[in-house]
């Protein structure tokens, strides 16, 4: 059993940045590979990023490529969003996830364990 915790949404003016945290409990969490997924209202949740299982690769959604950043601190069981140059549309309650299984990266069905998510709001 894994539990994610996140950390560090909140308000921000377009053009920001924000870094949200995923704490994970258990001790395995190395052999998890983590992603990050948001939800907006009235929309369906979207990947935002993940790394692959083994950790070497990291996935990014077109939409944020290039202003968001994912990393993690095993030393830590934490798991990093960097977010820069945020906008409107980025605005929505962002949610980390772990899975176990080299599958689909970009699908929540892929994924294990989820966080309770924190929300970001990005004022225009």
């Known amino acids: 059993q894994v539990q994610l915790v996140e950390s560090g949404g909140g308000l921000v003016q377009a053009g920001g940045s924000l870094r949200l945290s995923c704490v994970a409990s258990?001790?395995?969490?190395?052999?998890?590979?983590m992603g990050w997924f948001r939800q907006a209202p009235g929309k369906e949740r979207e990947f935002v990023a993940a790394?692959?299982?083994?950790?070497?690769?990291?996935y990014y959604a077109d939409s944020v490529e290039g202003r968001f950043t994912i990393s993690r601190d095993n030393a830590k069981n934490t798991v990093y969003l960097q977010m820069g140059s945020l906008k409107p549309e980025d605005m929505a309650v962002y949610y980390c996830?772990?899975?176990?299984?080299?599958?689909?990266?970009?699908?929540?069905?892929?994924?294990?364990?989820w966080g309770q998510g924190t929300q970001v709001t990005v004022s225009s």
């Open positions: 996830a772990a899975r176990r299984r080299a599958i689909n990266y970009a699908a929540g069905s892929s994924y294990d364990y």
């Open positions: 258990g001790r395995t969490f190395s052999s998890y590979a």
């Open positions: 790394f692959s299982l083994s950790g070497a690769t990291t």
